[in-house]
């Protein structure tokens, strides 16, 4: 992964127009590591830019989107499996369409729910509404499906097929881990919701995309590491093509 500023196309490689510290950015980011595709950051500056320009084109103002040479992708999934077509490595994935149903469905569908809830919760608390109902309802549902989930992840992640990765897996983690990371709610009274994120957590895709807030030290030291293990991993490929023509 490499840092771009907002250079206009051409793309050379798939353009993600997000943020370190975002959920749904860290869906595709967590995925592009998986199955190796190669991308560059675009940081949106702010959350509370009006201009769609901002988030790459995306006319409703939200993160993430993918610039690619076909067009502009705009959210977590469709550019998840935009950068499929540029994976490096085999990833047996289930994608949503063969999550089964009821159960590993509906984890999925109140995992990204709960992503979606706590996006609204952190905009609408972070401009001064603390107070009002709307976040109060929020904080219940919130609450509401963290504890369902809690209830069934062991037999919904059991009854997934036999895969490297799920579309529900890698949501399900970004979303725990910024529950944390943003201090929107302690993770200690879900046990096994973390035991499924400790589990998760020692993939090295989940090792190499931690949140960081873009512009802060810690972001900066994340880039350097990057770059030093994509480098190494470019020497390793060329050392690996030059033995195979000896
Ligand atoms: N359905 C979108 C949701 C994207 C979303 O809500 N992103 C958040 C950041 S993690 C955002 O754009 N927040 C800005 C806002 O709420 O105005 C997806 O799956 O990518």
Redesign the pocket.
């Known amino acids: 992964m490499r840092e771009s500023s907002s250079n206009p196309v051409p793309v050379e490689r798939p353009r993600l127009v997000?943020?370190s510290s975002?959920?749904?950015?860290r869906?595709v980011r967590l995925f592009a590591q998986e199955c190796g595709a190669p991308y560059e950051l675009q940081v949106?500056g702010s959350?509370?830019a009006t201009d769609p320009a901002a988030?790459g084109g995306?006319p409703?103002?939200?993160?993430?989107s993918l610039i690619t040479a076909q067009g502009t992708v705009?959210?977590?999934?469709g550019?998840c499996r935009a950068l499929a077509l540029h994976a490096t490595r085999p990833l047996r994935m289930v994608w949503p369409e063969a999550t089964p149903a009821p159960l590993a469905a509906n984890a999925l569908e109140l995992t990204?729910q709960a992503?979606?809830s706590e996006?609204?919760w952190?905009?609408v608390t972070g401009t001064g509404g603390e107070a009002c109902g709307y976040a109060a309802k929020l904080r219940t549902g919130l609450d509401g499906m963290l504890g369902w989930l809690e209830h069934n992840v062991e037999p919904a992640l059991a009854a997934l097929p036999e895969r490297d990765l799920s579309y529900l897996e890698l949501s399900l983690f970004c979303l725990l881990e910024h529950l944390e990371f943003r201090q929107v709610l302690p993770l200690a009274p879900y046990l096994r919701l973390q035991q499924f994120r400790e589990r998760f957590t020692e993939r090295p895709s989940a090792r190499a995309t931690p949140f960081v807030f873009d512009g802060s030290p810690a972001a900066a030291q994340r880039q350097e590491e990057a770059q030093r293990q994509e480098e190494a991993q470019r020497q390793e490929e060329a050392q690996r093509q030059e033995e195979a023509q000896r």
């Open positions: 997000g943020r975002s959920h749904f950015t869906v949106v959350l509370l988030y995306h409703g103002l939200r993160l993430p705009f959210g977590a999934l550019s990204v992503m979606s996006v609204s952190i905009m």
